[in-house]
């Protein structure tokens, strides 16, 4: 069994910031790349960043410059700083990462965490 549990979300005023976490646990052999997600109402889940196990980042365009990926391999964590928010930032953000476990160390799988939500006021 594998989880990963977000944190850090909340209301903040456009301008703001907020730093989100999301911490893996469980039967963990191997985590390559780890990443956030977010959904707003009535869109797709899109990605926001992600960060290989080598610290290689790659960002949207509409977050580039504003929000920095980072990641805790000794901790199994991934953050997102999210610095000069606006209200287009507004959604339910979601961790990824794609794991390895110790009983199928040759098999690796995507896993979800249960989203924070990230509401930005205008």
């Known amino acids: 069994q594998v989880h990963l549990v977000e944190s850090g979300g909340g209301l903040v005023q456009a301008g703001g910031s907020l730093r989100l976490s999301c911490a893996a646990s469980?039967?963990?052999?191997?985590?390559?790349?780890m990443g956030w997600y977010r959904q707003a109402p009535g869109k797709q889940r899109q990605l926001v960043a992600e960060?290989?196990?080598?610290?290689?980042?790659n960002y949207a365009s509409s977050v580039k410059g504003r929000f920095t990926i980072s990641r805790d391999n000794a901790k199994n964590t991934v953050y997102l700083q999210m610095n000069n928010l606006n209200p287009e930032d507004t959604a339910v953000y979601y961790c990824?990462?794609?794991?390895?476990?110790?009983?199928?160390?040759?098999?690796?799988?995507?896993?979800w965490g249960q989203g924070t939500q990230v509401t930005v006021s205008s």
């Open positions: 469980g039967s963990i052999f191997s985590i390559n790349a």
């Open positions: 960060i290989t196990s080598g610290g290689s980042t």
């Open positions: 990824n990462a794609h794991i390895s476990t110790t009983q199928i160390r040759n098999v690796i799988l995507a896993y």
